[in-house]
Structure formats: C-alpha cells, structure tokens
C-alpha cells in the first residue's frame, strides 16, 4: 500500500510558465516531506523540503506547500526552465526515528520550448 | 569533498552470474541503501543499514545480498537467483535522523 502517491506519471509545461507537481500522502504521522530532482542515469538530488509545522517553504523559483488537513503536498515551479525537465520525487519521513524515508513514484516533468 | 560514490557507472554481465555493485561514503553517515529504480516503478528499497554489521531487508530484497562491515562501505551483490536483473541501481546514505538522504550516481546493470 503506497504512503506516497504521486498521482501524475507525468506532466507537460510550457517554459516560463508554472510547474505544480502534486503528491498525496496517507499517514498523519509524517513530520518531514521532501522534493528529489533526478534526471535520467543519475542519482536524485535534493531540492527542497518542509517541516509539518509549517506550511510553505521557498528557496529561490520552488516553493513547496503543505496541507495537513488534506495530507496533500506540492511544489511550484515559477518561472519553468528547460534545466527543470527531470523526474521529480515526493518524499515522507519520521524525524528522528529509525525508520526510512518514503519516496513516490515519481513525476516526470517536460518543459516544452 | 565529501560524498558517495558507486562504481562503475555501467555493468554487463551474462545470466547466471553473481554481480557485486560497490557503494562508498566518506559523508561519515550511519545509514546505508540501496534502491533500484526501473521505468514506471519510481524507487524500490532493497536493502538498508542503519549501523555497522547490521542491515535490513527492504521490499524487495529477493535474490539480493549485503554486507556492512565498514561504516564507508555497503557492497550490494546481485545474485544469480534475481530474476529481473537488469536495472538502475542507486546506494544512499544518511545521518539516521531522515532530513534527507545524498544519493550516489548510480550503476546500470545489464545482464545478458
């Protein structure tokens, strides 16, 4: 049963428009969520996260927004760069357990020209 | 510089042979994983390591072998028994507290 859902396999933009990647997850007990970046035959970077006790966070053109109550999380992109186009990985955690990180499945994000 | 390192970045090896991918960090993490990642399938965990010499099945540990004998070290071998080998496969590391995890590039495995 998925905890991370990331209902969009993928996703079309136009360059210098918005990006909104979505990811739903199902258990309230998560604290911690994360935004991967990967592009093909690479390992995944980093790109943003949020803590559960806020509900907005940017780093220069991403910004990642938390809805408790839906258990709903998404990142914008703004304005969408032809560098943007990659596979895009939502992430759940614990803080401070023993436990692992939940990653989605993925979104793959085409910037068209 | 600090980071985590999988070698080598592609692999071929005929069906029925025994492949062991290697995965080094000198982040000075406690936790170790490996991942493999097939299209449509986003990441699938096969094993993970919070501490040396111990380590954990993930959901997909079948045909799969591990060992942690080092903190800088966690070895993945890809037995003859995986059914399905061919695939990109990715080892991270962590600090254990799950802020986040730095990934390797990753090594393509191709059987034949």
């Known amino acids: 049963d998925q905890q991370v859902k990331q209902n969009s396999p993928s996703l079309s933009v136009q360059e210098g428009r918005i990006s909104i990647l979505n990811c739903d997850y199902t258990?309230?007990?998560?604290?911690?969520f994360l935004w991967y970046k990967k592009y093909p035959a690479e390992g995944p970077t980093f790109l943003i996260s949020i803590s559960s006790i806020k509900d907005k966070n940017e780093d220069g053109r991403f910004t990642v927004f938390l809805n408790k109550s839906a258990k709903h999380l998404s990142l914008h992109i703004v304005p969408s760069q032809p560098g943007d186009s990659a596979v895009y990985f939502c992430a759940a955690s614990y803080l401070n357990r023993d436990d692992k990180i939940i990653f989605g499945k993925g979104t793959r994000l085409h910037i068209l020209p | 510089d600090g980071g985590i390192t999988q070698s080598p970045k592609y692999l071929f090896r005929k069906e029925g042979q025994n492949v062991t991918l290697s995965c080094e960090q000198n982040l000075n993490h406690d936790a170790m994983y490996w991942y493999r990642q097939d299209p449509g399938q986003g990441l699938r965990l096969i094993y993970y390591?919070?501490?040396?010499?111990?380590?954990q099945k993930g959901d997909i540990a079948e045909g799969y072998s591990v060992s942690r004998e080092k903190k800088e070290s966690f070895p993945l071998t890809v037995t003859s028994a995986q059914k399905n080998p061919t695939a990109f496969y990715l080892c991270a590391s962590s600090r254990g507290d799950n802020y986040g995890y730095t990934f390797g590039s990753g090594t393509r495995l191709t059987v034949v």
């Open positions: 258990n309230s007990m998560f604290d911690y």
């Open positions: 390591s919070q501490i040396v010499n111990d380590f």
